[in-house]
């Protein structure tokens, strides 16, 4: 077998770098799990190019001993199953022995949504007559209308926004590029704040759309203070977070009869598997529909 296991790992989180554009946080992450894997198998005096099915799953019990969560050994299983796919698309392995091995089971944690009601009183509750109102009632539009994460919404800059087409571009995790519609409501309030507000506020040179009064891009920080204030202006007592509202639109299309692949499109999510979260929360909707309903229910 070419090159020893650390050389082996080293270059597939150089692929992940270039090829996949990760960030070093994430980078990290694969490094730590790859690691466990190199040092169990050191452990059990196997060598990487005979690893096989039960070998894995080895390692699976090792990290659950351990007392790693079910989740985190799903992660460290995603890691694994990556390395090995790539060793043997470079030929350095003939088989993937993570093929046969089911991961470990999880339990659904369903992300909270708000209700179409108390979204749209927490969209409504910015003043429309204030420069930070209409900033603010852009942002919260925004983040609703295309279903973005926070990252995504304070990093759009104005060459990625298109009020004309009404379509604005989003960089998601690893800087991969998505293109997602505004719509109507979303683009009213974006345009008057690019008229109105933000020319009051800018720099010369800066490119970032919302931006604060002290002429400086808005933070995730600066974000999640505000949502917090105008959810307790709307009368909104469930806990709340910027990120609420991407899970309230993704919820909110499955309810309106969205297909989950076009849902996963707009997300941004690479794996289906992470949109289908949501048909948990539809589903139990639908069941509570059911039984209110039915005449049988």
Request: proline share 4%; with cysteine; glycine share 8%.
């Amino acid at each position: 077998m070419a090159g020893s296991t650390d050389l082996l790992i080293d270059g597939y989180l150089d692929h992940l770098r270039v090829e996949r554009g990760l960030s070093s946080k994430t980078l990290e992450c694969y490094a730590h799990d790859l690691r466990r894997l190199a040092d169990h198998l050191e452990a059990e005096e196997t060598e990487l190019d005979r690893a096989d099915a039960a070998s894995v799953a080895g390692f699976l019990i090792a990290l659950s001993q351990s007392g790693l969560s079910a989740r985190s050994q799903a992660r460290c299983l995603s890691a694994v199953r990556g390395f090995f796919k790539h060793l043997v698309a470079e030929r350095h392995l003939k088989r993937d022995p993570t093929e046969l091995v089911d991961g470990p089971r999880l339990a659904h944690k369903l992300p909270g949504v708000l209700t179409p009601a108390e979204v749209q009183r927490l969209l409504d509750a910015p003043a429309p007559d204030t420069p930070k109102g209409l900033r603010d009632r852009a942002m919260m539009q925004t983040m609703y209308a295309a279903g973005l994460r926070v990252t995504e919404l304070i990093s759009l800059e104005l060459g990625d926004v298109n009020l004309e087409s009404g379509f604005l571009a989003a960089f998601g995790k690893g800087r991969k590029r998505r293109i997602v519609p505004l719509g109507e409501v979303a683009r009213d309030a974006m345009k008057e704040y690019l008229e109105q507000v933000r020319p009051r506020w800018e720099r010369e040179g800066e490119a970032c759309v919302f931006l604060t009064s002290r002429k400086k891009p808005m933070t995730r920080q600066g974000f999640w203070k505000l949502v917090k204030r105008y959810a307790a202006a709307a009368g909104i007592t469930k806990p709340i977070s910027p990120h609420k509202l991407r899970h309230s639109f993704a919820t909110h299309m499955l309810l309106g009869g969205a297909d989950l692949r076009a849902v996963q499109t707009l997300l941004g999510h690479v794996d289906i598997a992470t949109t289908q979260v949501y048909t948990h929360v539809t589903g139990e909707h639908l069941q509570r529909m059911h039984e209110r309903y039915h005449p049988r229910g």
